[in-house]
């Protein structure tokens, strides 16, 4: 049971005002987990900042009574980040979503932390601009830097880190400094950007982030192709990537997902692994890809090939893959979801993806595999019964096999989702080289060690 | 004058063997200095490591007896990055030049440090794949990652950071570590990696690089377009950027620079403000970028304006500017070159280049100015003769204005030649918030501050 402070609701709110401090029952319990199955803990107080000299006083305060300091964006995380493990304040980001500066030129835009994505495609739209890094959930911007977020479109435009040219991070001091600045190249010391992106809120407090945004493309064309096996469907994924074209979306999804779906929206897809995909760029270039990439993945072995270009008919194409989550959830009522996240070198991909899919099946429990194929990177989701220990163990004993057969393929334990509380015990296997080196620079950012504690580094 | 160390040679001897160890002074000659104008200062001994095991052993030797130790490869950084300022070990990575395996699906190679980027990617034609990072140079991998080197493709395929994906290292203390995985994605911890990259030798020292691979392109097509001002090329490339092509090149050569190749190559190019160009993709798109490239370019006011696919006309069309700095050698013989090295948010670089070339007229240095401008990322090459002070002075003020004038702007006061001994100061203005992080993570990985040191922190 975490300890708790005097004075500690009284003092945030001369902080902030009357009005955003609070430890008012419903509001501790939305800020006591996120999105994963991990149990939740209250804070003693959540707190609602305007301003970044504003979580620089929570921050003075929090350091110099040692209380515990968890920031809270969307509370979409998946591995227990904005659960406050050892109470304390949950900063939430809510009233700092102001989209501060487009600098077109530049192709750059400088957001507070609490904007969420779709927020920020919605404003850049009308330059012709937009955020490519899409994890799925609409997460703020703030906290996909804190996990280094990264999603469907990663395997063209990069994951989280390299999007991130600056950051305006409160220290657990309350010191404000800026890690970036706007050049897009630079060699200019040691790049302390890199090293707070993916820190999960335990070196520090982003309060301003500047972004890479890109051009629009011109030309999009979406698809779907079907395939007889998982292995047949990886195949052809990885000769779509030789063949260096100008893919900018590659995801996997197996039938049993494919089956959830079909259920959930009443469509017919038919139900064995199948690769959606799209393509980025000029109309002609476009044409050229999408009929080589008919070739490709004939070649190998795919039954069913449909591309789109009109724009309904490839929103409706990816809401398969998208409403895989929910159809699940609806699928399975009253049941948890657990969503393993690991990424191998891709000539490990389909037997990893076969691994899975075996466990699941030897386990008896209900779940699909889906991946970002371009990457290696693929999720299990696991529907289990958290009130029965049996059916818990099984999926907790799913996982683990994932992640121990990842990390011997030289993987790693999280591609995207982060460490959070749940992959711990396999940072230390995967970085036993490092940890003691990140434990040096948590040691010396976070010395009272209330930034995030109980998260990432044991 | 740096402290001799007593034995130092006959303990290097052991630590290796009798032949790759040596106080031989063309050998020290040789390691005492870099491609800058920076004054050489000779080593003690140079030593000639065959494994990651052997510069293990170095390392715990100096560490020992507190002697520092720089990193040698090829010698080609151009901010003193390899002057063994205090004098010491200076190990040279010629021996560990194998490319250890080419992981063809993976699209990842594993290198020792001492292997060059045009020796990989000799190696790697015949698998259809290529490492696009491309300094002009033929550095070592090792030295482009110590230093977070780029270049002219950085604008489609990014800087070095984000191509390394493992890394080991040796530490201060010759513990030998490794940083990364193969996993193209990971959320695992805080991303030493990064970290690394651009260290420039004073956290630790690379043994082998894990690197990024890419498919050969379809298709290239090079171009050259000329200006009337330095105004309308840059104007003109920055339409390219937001259209949302497929370049992968894009640099200015100023008018000037232009002479100095006529003159060098007997060719006839106009002499005035050009961009030299290249597209990658597959031959339709291609063709599709280029006439729309035409269209925006002459829009811009390009007065000139050649396309090429033809390989040897493609060749002969970059000559121009990968002959550059010889051109200006050439042209004034018995000069020292200095490179000046800043990058500015693109909507400043206009202002930025024509500022440079109003400082170096005024100055009445000759001088040229060329720039990797889909980045903002540009170079002046000014002559001066080392040996008359108020040149030397002149060129120095030069340099010291530019760079003084990008920070203004929010840029970087080195876009890719790193900090060495001569952008110190310019880091401690750049980074001031975050330079007291970098000393504590420097004291921390390298307590008895042997590796490279002077350099990048003050």
């Known amino acids: 049971m975490p300890v708790l402070h005097e004075n500690l609701l ?4 001369k902080l902030t005002d009357e009005k955003r401090a609070t430890s008012n029952e419903t509001v501790l319990q939305q800020h006591s987990k996120d999105e ?22 929570i921050l003075q305060y929090a350091s110099n009574h040692q209380i515990p300091v968890v920031p809270f964006g969307a509370g979409s995380s998946l591995e227990g980040h904005c659960i406050p493990l050892q109470g304390g304040i949950s900063i939430n980001f809510q009233n700092m979503n102001k ?14 932390p609490g904007v969420t994505r779709t927020q920020l495609n919605q404003s850049l739209k009308k330059y012709g601009l937009f955020f490519p890094v899409d994890p799925g959930a609409d997460a703020t911007l703030g906290g996909m830097a804190a996990t280094n977020a990264s999603g469907t479109t990663s395997v063209r435009y990069g994951i989280m880190r390299p999007q991130v040219r600056d950051l305006e991070v409160v220290l657990a001091d309350g010191s404000i400094i800026r890690t970036g600045g706007l050049a897009a190249k630079s060699s200019s010391g040691y790049h302390l950007t890199s090293l707070f992106v993916g820190s999960e809120g335990t070196l520090g407090v982003f309060t301003e982030l500047t972004l890479k945004i890109y051009g629009i493309p011109e030309a999009t064309v979406a698809g779907r192709a079907v395939f007889p096996s998982v292995k047949a469907a ?12 100008s893919l900018a979306r590659v995801e996997l999804v197996d039938e049993h997902s494919i089956r959830q779906v079909n259920r959930h929206s009443e469509t017919s897809y038919p139900e064995k692994p199948t690769l959606f995909l799209e393509f980025h760029g000029n109309p002609a270039g476009m044409k050229q890809d999408v009929a080589f990439a008919e070739e490709l993945l004939s070649a190998n072995g795919s039954e069913d090939l449909i591309f ?12 398969a893959r998208h409403h ?8 399975f009522p009253g049941r948890e979801m657990m969503l393993t996240d690991v990424c191998v070198p891709l000539s490990e991909l389909t037997d990893a993806v076969v691994y899975a899919r075996k466990l699941i099946e030897n386990e008896g429990l209900n779940g699909g595999v889906l991946g970002h194929v371009g990457d290696g990177n693929f999720h299990s989701i696991l529907m289990f019964d958290k009130n029965n220990e049996e059916e818990t163990e099984k999926a907790n004993r799913i ?19 982060g460490i959070g509380i749940g992959k711990m015990k396999y940072l230390k296997k995967e ?14 950012f976070d010395p009272r060690n209330i930034l995030n504690p109980g998260k990432v580094l044991f």
Chains 1, 2 share one sequence.
Request: proline share 4%; with cysteine; hydrophobic share 40%.
């Open 10 to 13: 009284m003092e945030m709110k």
């Open 36 to 57: 994963s199955h991990h149990t939740p803990v209250l804070p003693e107080v959540v707190v609602f900042p305007n301003s970044a000299s504003e979580v620089s006083s």
């Open 99 to 112: 989209i501060l500066e487009v600098r077109e030129e530049d192709f750059l835009v400088r957001v507070q």
């Open 234 to 245: 990886v195949d052809g994924a990885i000769s779509l990537l030789a063949s260096g074209n």
């Open 308 to 319: 789109e270009t009109d724009s309904i008919k490839k929103a409706k194409l990816w809401e």
């Open 324 to 331: 895989l989550a929910y159809a699940f959830k609806h699928g």
């Open 399 to 417: 996982n683990e096999k994932i992640v121990e057969y990842a990390l011997s393929k030289n993987g790693s334990c999280t591609g995207e989702h």
């Open 431 to 444: 970085h036993a080289d490092t940890l003691p080196l990140m434990k040096m620079i948590k040691k010396q």
